[in-house]
């Protein structure tokens, strides 16, 4: 069929619903008479034709995988086609909103309530996984909420059959971070088991209104993940709690069997949470007050007015010998007795006459005088003096300011042109401008405002070019904190892709030691912030050496991790435990 305005194959689209990887349209099926979610495979511009070939065999994988599945708690794949270049897949519209929704309007659910959703996705993945597909994305947005009360499963996108050949290569990562188990993080094979991994994520999150592995960055999530055990809700009662645990278990042979004992489970723990009515015919009464005595506290006798007895005091107790206490000597008052006057003095003693006052070298007023004289010295020599020190400054300040002129008027010139060229235009006049300058302060400030702009180029770039520009960045403007930890950041973000072990540790190396120049420069407001991104980069760094038998840069990150990590933190106390093992 023509592929006319509006139309796509033979559906007619009514609104655009969503975009993110592909489009999602509303759409018309004028043969079955149906409204349709519309799927269209976007393929990024510029792609190879490599590339092109690949995200469509993940799109048909998609269809496949939805189709063969034929379940009320799973989304229905009607067909998959083509018309005029433009892949589609034709699904069930869901009338309602995502499992996403429910919880950032309600902050978390009634465990009850959850225990519902989850009972149906787990009916979903059960059935899913004995027909060899696995789901790779569970999380709140993949789980639809219709309006009349039923629970669909839903985006397929990156699901694997089991009984098909693996379209991703060994150490490639696909999944939402926060819900990824620890083998998915790592880019290990995977089965049924990761599914229930971030099944009991999203139970988890269901129950308390927060993410169960948190975090600001990939990497510190992604670390949470493989390290850190959830903290309990308080809302949620221990037999529940024990569910989530055996669900949220980083080794995959520890957690439940399969979806259908995960369901029991649950379902076993959550009656527990509320307690059964007493049986018929038992009537409940309390038991008798007896009062409770407590050795630990004095017991007090009964108070009797006839008990009283007149008893003589007893003498006073002396204080207790202190053998610590300085004994102070006992001295006798005696009076004082001055000497009667007129006794003779014994003649045998001579008496001295003192000798007559020197005559002073300076008379007085030739102290004054020279006292004087001095002073209106010092007064005229430091006058003398600011006023060299204040032409010399003025004249500095003329010529920087003559200078500034110049500068500021070529500036603003360059200005008025930048804001509406784009930002690789801009660093080129930038550049420019910085070579026909003078004046040092004015070129130093232009040099931070292009560093600037070379950070705003490197967020629109891929990996290579993001970090020639932050490197860039850093040589304008060294001291800037920042640049070095978002180019840490594009390091550690970058071994997640890497296929290669020398090149996935090489850029945990690159990451780790751009956190630690961004914590050793940051000032006070985020020192904190980038001594614990420092920490958690040298940490991950240092496992993957170690995990390759780079012992040398395994135990040199494993320091590192516990210089900058906090005393109390489960990265330090990790780290120990690791050079420890090495011999450190």
Known sequence: MSNQAGTLGKYQIIREIARSNDIVYEAYDPLMNRRVALKELAVMPGATPQQREDRIKRFLREARAAGTLSHPNIMTVYEAGESEGRHFIAMEYLDGHTLRNEIDTNGFLPIDRACEIADKVLLALDYAHKNGVIHRDIKPDNIQ??????????????????????????????????????????????????????????IFEMVSGTKPFAGDSVVAITFAIMNKEPDKPTQVPYPFWQFLQKALEKAVHLRYR??????????????????????MGMPVTPPPHVPIQNPYLPQQPSFSYHAQQQTPLPPPISAPYNPYQVQQPQYAQTPYQPQPSGVPLPNNIPIYYPPPPRA???????????????????????????????IDALSKATSRAELQRKDEFTVMQIDKVDSSLPVEAQIE????????????????????????????????????????????????????????????????????????????????????????????????????????GAATASYNCAYAAYLKGEKYVATNMFFQAKRYASSNSQVRDQAERFLKELGR
């Open 145 to 202: 909420l219709l309006a009349d009360g039923r629970i669909k499963l839903t985006d397929f996108g990156i699901a694997r059959l089991t009984f098909e050949p693996n379209l991703t290569m060994d150490g490639q990562v696909f999944g939402t971070p926060s819900y990824m188990s620890p083998e998915q993080v790592v880019g290990k094979d995977i089965d049924a088991r990761s599914d229930l991994f971030s099944m009991g994520a999203v």
């Open 258 to 279: 399969d979806a259908e004992e995960m369901r029991e489970i649950m379902a076993t723990s959550a009656r527990t949470v509320q307690p059964g009515p007493a049986p």
């Open 360 to 390: 002073p070298l300076l008379k007085p007023e030739t102290k004054v005088f020279l006292g004087r004289l001095f002073l209106t010295l010092a007064v005229v020599g430091t006058l003398v003096a600011l006023i060299i020190v204040g």
């Open 429 to 532: 006049k930038r550049q420019q401008l910085i070579n026909t300058l003078q004046d040092k302060v004015t070129i130093s400030e232009q040099k931070r405002q292009l560093a600037v702009l070379y950070q705003k180029l490197a967020q629109k770039s891929d990996f290579i070019q993001a970090e020639s520009a932050l490197k860039k960045s850093i040589e304008l403007d060294p001291d800037n904190a920042d640049y070095y930890s978002n180019l840490g950041n594009i390091y550690s973000n970058q071994a997640l892709k890497c296929q290669n072990d020398d090149d996935k540790l090489n850029c945990l190396v690159n990451g780790a030691e751009n956190w630690q120049k961004a914590a050793d420069l940051a000032d006070d407001k985020k020192k904190q912030t980038y001594e614990n």
